[in-house]
């Protein structure tokens, strides 16, 4: 395991990355250009020393602990603001977040996954700081939204995330978890991420959960409270031992 202190991308290196994933979309190029991060023109350390370390993480979940961790120190007005960090972090991360395929070909997919945008419709897509963000605000409670490859963005982390006054609610966050963890298994329920708006589903959730926010207080609930208001068509994914003492 090695570390590396962390940078901060300036306008030149956030070009380059973005001239990069474009590159890479095309199949013009398998990696980024070696300079991207050598070249120490492209980017400025930080006012306090940070360090992250390089790791295979196997989940978002991962990431999300150790950029908590390793950003503690640095002030969050700073954090949730500096587009040119979490761009180098993609970066840096970028085997992690882009990895290769079969075919030795990389699919980045659109720049907000990696060039930090932080305007909210976007800075939640950020892989990075999207993770990072949901687990700063919740912690352990928001794994299940986070159990999948890094470079992967569930259903059920976009359905939430993508509603600011979904993603800031500890109790819709408890809900999600007692209604579509499966324990067994150590991830979501089977049809939980389903595409469709099926009986049930998170689509459903987000759906019933605005229409009962109209009259209810569903900011000032816990998960437990909020189920028990769910119609019948969430009985089969009710998980009550969530709730037991």
Not at 120 to 132: D, I, S, T, V
Not at 209 to 230: C, H, K, R
Request: aromatic share 10%.
């Amino acid at each position: 395991m090695s570390s590396v202190r962390v940078r901060s991308f300036n306008a030149t290196g956030i070009e380059l990355f973005r001239a990069a994933l474009a590159d890479l979309r095309d199949g013009a190029r398998a990696d980024l250009p070696e300079e991207l991060l050598a070249d120490v023109s492209n980017s400025h350390e930080l006012d306090d020393v940070v360090d992250v370390d390089w790791m295979s993480f196997a989940t978002r979940l991962e990431v999300a602990r150790h950029l908590h961790e390793r950003l503690a120190k640095l002030a969050q007005a700073r954090v949730d603001r500096d587009r040119g960090m979490w761009s180098w972090l993609s970066a840096y991360y970028f085997d992690v977040v882009a990895p290769k395929r079969g075919d030795g070909l990389r699919r980045p997919g659109r720049d907000y996954r990696h060039l930090f945008d932080t305007g909210y419709r976007f800075q939640n897509r950020h892989l990075l700081f999207g993770a990072y963000q949901l687990y700063r605000r919740h912690g352990e409670a928001c794994a299940l939204l986070l159990l999948t490859p890094p470079h992967v963005e569930s259903a059920l982390y976009h359905e939430i995330a993508s509603r600011l006054d979904l993603i800031a609610n500890r109790g819709v966050l408890e809900a999600v978890e007692a209604l579509y963890f499966d324990r067994a298994k150590g991830g979501p329920k089977r049809g939980a991420q389903d595409g469709k708006t099926g009986a049930g589903t998170i689509r459903r959730l987000v759906h019933v959960l605005q229409q009962l926010d109209l009259t209810f207080d569903i900011y000032g609930m816990s998960g437990e409270q909020i189920v028990e208001l769910l119609p019948p068509e969430f009985d089969a994914w009710r998980h009550r031992p969530l709730f037991s003492a």
